[in-house]
């Protein structure tokens, strides 16, 4: 079995299991004294929309690009603090749903067989101890067919315990509840919440309790369910106003259909739902210690049976906090997935896109889940709307951009007032090329005529935005800066800055290149493409800097920080396509001296750059360095819960390291290649991959054993797109055409 498992109870929040059905998740505890069960629904958010579009920035952005071009730095950023920093200068933030208490007061010395555990095959925490001689067990799912979170209490004998419904921090010793109201009856327990700020989306939580045993009790004492029974279910549902106009119905409901089911009936409907998806895919390695418990794995061993596990972890997050339920009003994966914990959460809990929101999407396609995409693109097709204002108004252009952060709003300003962060307008361009790599492993035409407007908008903004460089030689953007990194020019004087940074051509040139296939693949009569085309032309190359590293800047710069967190400048290697050691191999080279500089210098020191890191060396190949970055990201930057840290909590540690695992077994990112196990590591000597899927259509399956490939290669072609499929080695590449099943025999 698939699981993360511990003998003690959760004594933090870093310590409890998460649970979710896309919308409603919860982190639960495993205590024995009082249950505690942090709930969470994803659109609980402080606050309405804001206008905070800087109505004076265009008026000096050609002012600012002067400064820029002259060197000017410290007039320049004076400049964009007072005439491009969006006021207010923060967007909304993400809030809890609430909290939910089972008082058992089983204390801790009285407790016996004390087990904990995660169960990944069927997406359920489960509980189990003995306390005075009586066998508890307690089992917490959230389903999404019945959109309800569901807790099953059950005892060896009847037994006594209270339910209690708050909404608080995750402090323990708080006092401050943040609700309207809470009331109960004999069966039920509802609660009204208005999250802070004007505009908000007003909250509706409801408890149930039912006994399964006839002689079974629950009555109400204050606003709190005294129960007692063998066993009982409880159910949690929750709506607010951003889906629902009657948020009292819309929970009601919810809450009185899975009333109407048997408990056996619900974990049935929630187990058949989540391995529709979860069982898709397979990832399997030996040797296995999982007899030892998952806390003490990460801290001490980190064999190859707990990689996996961290990579089957990937999956069950990403289909618990990102389905494609309610389609358009569907919200993506925040910061923290849907597991925030705090009314003043880390960064907002928001959707930070100059690396972090991309990286939550990045395993989706290749670990066959690209249905839980769509959230992503929904909101996207929110921005391109939003942003045609901040796009017009900030810069005179058409189309739609957004900068490095936005909120459940679609609000696409400016947020913060960070230098190294805040100006950048090509948040949006990196975000479209998530279209064209859904299309690259889908091939869905209606997905990407769909999208294609969006795709569209984001090409008029760029084709404004680009203005000759100071040579008049390249098209470039102006402002530009490297995403949160700083330089010091060749006077010495430090800046962020800059014209055409290496990130922004980077994703300029490659949105350029899929805009001009989506308008092929679609036979659009698209007067943009000859524009496209002269200006991708006119784009500046890659430079290789003084010490063989790749410029990060259009300047040979010196880095501030030379171990910053950030890679943006590899953004080429990946996530995208363009620089590959067969073909550009003193670009890749490059990138090499690169990420040996960051690590010289104390890089991927946070969990989800350490899981850039972890990618960036599989598309080089290098399987070792693979390897080390993964035991680094398992010992420093990984909770006993298996969840990854910044610090604090950020879940794109666990979604980018999931997909660096299959980058290292799997690659399809060049035209009509598929390469097997092109990154292994040595230690990773036995295992078998099931249902990873590839661009153009391929789903594979193989075994290896001391980094060799055993028996067949299973194919599935849905699209028929011919394919060379290359094994470990120098072997040529054996070719693949046509639809349906090919079975290829490892050479």
């Not at 889908?442 to 969006?454: A, H, I, K, S, Y």
């Not at 028996?711 to 599935?716: A, G, K, P, S």
Request: with cysteine.
């Amino acid at each position: 079995m698939s699981e993360l498992w511990y003998d003690t109870p959760a004594g933090t929040w870093d310590e409890a299991l998460p649970v979710g059905n896309g919308r409603l998740g919860a982190m639960v505890h495993g205590r024995t004294t009082t249950e505690l069960l942090q709930l969470n629904e994803d659109s609980v958010w402080y606050g309405g929309p804001q206008d905070r579009t800087p109505v004076d920035a265009f008026q000096h952005l050609a002012r600012l690009r002067e400064l820029i071009q002259q060197g000017a730095h410290a007039d320049a950023e004076e400049l964009v603090r007072w005439a491009f920093f969006a006021y207010p200068m923060s967007q909304r933030h993400y809030e809890p749903l609430g909290t939910l208490f089972l008082h058992f007061n089983h204390v801790a010395q009285e407790v016996s067989g004390y087990r904990r555990s995660l169960d990944l095959e069927r997406g359920i925490a489960h509980v189990q101890y003995e306390h005075s001689g009586v066998q508890y067990e307690r089992e917490v799912l959230a389903s999404h067919p019945d959109a309800l979170l569901a807790i099953r209490v059950r005892a060896s004998q009847s037994v006594e315990f209270v339910v209690r419904l708050s909404r608080m921090s995750e402090l323990e010793y708080e006092t401050n509840e943040y609700l309207d109201d809470l009331v109960a009856d004999d069966r039920s327990i509802t609660m009204h919440a208005t999250p802070g700020g004007p505009g908000s989306h007003r909250v509706c939580c409801k408890v149930g309790v039912r006994c399964e045993d006839p002689d079974g009790v629950v009555m109400r004492v204050g606003n709190n369910l005294r129960v007692r029974c063998r066993e009982a279910l409880i159910l949690v549902s929750a709506q607010t106003a951003y889906r629902q106009k009657d948020i009292d119905h819309g929970a009601g409901a919810d809450l009185k259909n899975g009333l109407l089911r048997s408990t056996k009936d619900i974990w049935a409907r929630h187990i058949q739902d989540y391995q529709s998806l979860y069982s898709r895919m397979e990832l399997k390695m030996t040797p296995d210690a999982s007899e030892i418990p998952t806390d003490r794995r990460i801290k001490h061993f980190r064999d190859p049976g707990l990689i996996a596990l961290y990579h089957n972890f990937c999956r069950y997050l990403l289909i618990s906090c990102s389905r494609d339920d309610v389609k358009e009003s569907a919200l993506p994966a925040t910061l923290q997935g849907i597991w925030n914990p705090s009314f003043h959460p880390a960064w907002g809990c928001k959707y930070t896109i100059n690396i972090n929101l991309q990286m939550n999407y990045w395993p989706a396609n290749v670990c066959n889940l690209s249905e839980c995409e769509m959230p992503l693109f929904y909101l996207l097709e929110r921005l391109a709307q939003t942003g045609k204002a901040t796009a017009r108004t900030m810069y005179g252009c058409r189309g739609w951009t957004v900068h490095h952060c936005t909120d459940i709003w679609g609000d696409t300003a400016p947020v913060d007032q960070w230098m190294p962060a805040t100006l950048w307008p090509l948040g949006g361009a990196w975000l479209c090329m998530h279209i064209w790599d859904h299309f690259c492993f889908c091939g869905d035409e209606v997905f990407l005529q769909r999208m294609f407007p969006v795709l569209r908008g984001c090409i008029e903004f760029l084709l404004d935005f680009l203005v000759p460089d100071n040579s008049g030689e390249f098209l470039v953007t102006n402002p530009s800066l490297s995403p949160e990194n700083s330089f010091y020019d060749e006077h010495g004087r430090p800046g962020v800055l800059c014209e055409g940074s290496t990130i922004d051509i980077q994703i300029v040139h490659a949105v350029f290149n899929a805009f001009v296939k989506s308008a092929s693949i679609l036979d659009c009569d698209e007067d943009l493409l000859s524009k496209v085309n002269l200006a991708k032309e006119s784009l500046p190359p890659m430079r290789i800097g003084s010490l063989g590293q790749l410029q990060e800047w259009n300047t040979d710069y010196a880095e501030v920080e030379p171990g910053h967190r950030h890679v943006s400048h590899l953004w080429a290697l990946f996530p995208g396509n363009t620089i590959l050691p067969d073909r550009t191999p003193d670009l890749a080279s490059a990138c090499s001296v690169t990420l040996a500089r960051r690590e010289a210098h104390g890089g991927g020191h946070t969990g989800w750059s350490r899981a850039w890191l972890i990618n960036l060396h599989a598309r080089l190949r290098a399987a070792d360095e693979c390897a080390k970055h993964i035991d680094l990201l398992l010992a420093q930057s990984t909770l006993p819960n298996m969840l990854d840290t910044h610090p604090p909590f950020q879940i794109d540690g666990n979604f980018g390291a999931g997909a660096g695992i299959i980058e290292m077994l799997v690659q399809s990112h060049e035209t009509g290649v598929i390469r097997l196990l092109p990154a292994c590591p040595p230690g990773w000597k036995n295992g078998s991959l099931r249902g990873v899927k590839a661009r153009g259509g391929f789903e594979l399956e193989f075994r290896w054993e001391d980094g060799t490939i055993q028996n067949d290669v299973t194919i599935i072609s849905t699209l028929g797109s011919p394919v060379i499929l290359y094994f470990p080695g120098d072997r040529p590449g054996i070719e693949v055409t046509g639809k349906g099943l090919h079975r290829i025999a490892a050479p």
